[in-house]
């Protein structure tokens, strides 16, 4: 689990993906207050940070319940790496990490609800564990350089 020590860290590479507008549905100039009231919730929710040899932060995950309720029993997740550490396995260990505590933790499935459709590594990571793009939303998503975009709705079921 994340600490509150960890949220500088965090924050420090979440900052720099909010801004890039390039692979989070996010405002671009999302404020710390806020960025950290989202991601670092109370269970149900839960954050986890991936860590180097060295101990330093390269990344963190969010997850928890997709709705509540009847339809409480679907996990979703949201994903940062550090774009200056990504291609290291950090991405794979956090998804993999929460897969197995969404499966521990009783959920029947998890559900990613806006994997953006030009982000082709985190499309492909996804399928390589399991996950199954649901349908993609034509121009869901208004990436900076390359205009409208679709979003992946993916989805695996335990």
Excluded: C
Excluded at 93 to 120: C, I, K, W
């Amino acid at each position: 689990m994340a600490t509150p020590r960890d949220w500088p860290a965090i924050w420090t590479f979440m900052r720099e993906i909010a801004a890039a507008g390039e692979t989070f549905s996010w405002d671009r100039d999302i404020s710390e207050e806020r960025a950290r009231e989202r991601w670092m919730g109370e269970l149900p929710r839960r954050t986890v940070v991936a860590v180097d040899d060295d101990g330093a932060v390269v990344g963190s995950a969010v997850s928890g319940p997709n709705h509540e309720g009847p339809a409480a029993h679907i996990a979703t997740a949201s994903f940062m790496v550090d774009p200056g550490k990504s291609g290291r396995g950090a991405g794979r260990a956090l998804g993999e990490h929460v897969l197995a505590q969404a499966r521990a933790d009783g959920f029947r499935g998890m559900q990613f609800n806006a994997v953006v459709d030009s982000n082709t590594r985190a499309v492909n990571l996804w399928h390589s564990l399991g996950f199954t793009t649901m349908t993609v939303i034509p121009e869901a998503f208004h990436h900076p350089a390359k205009g409208y975009v679709g979003l992946h709705i993916m989805f695996q079921a335990f």
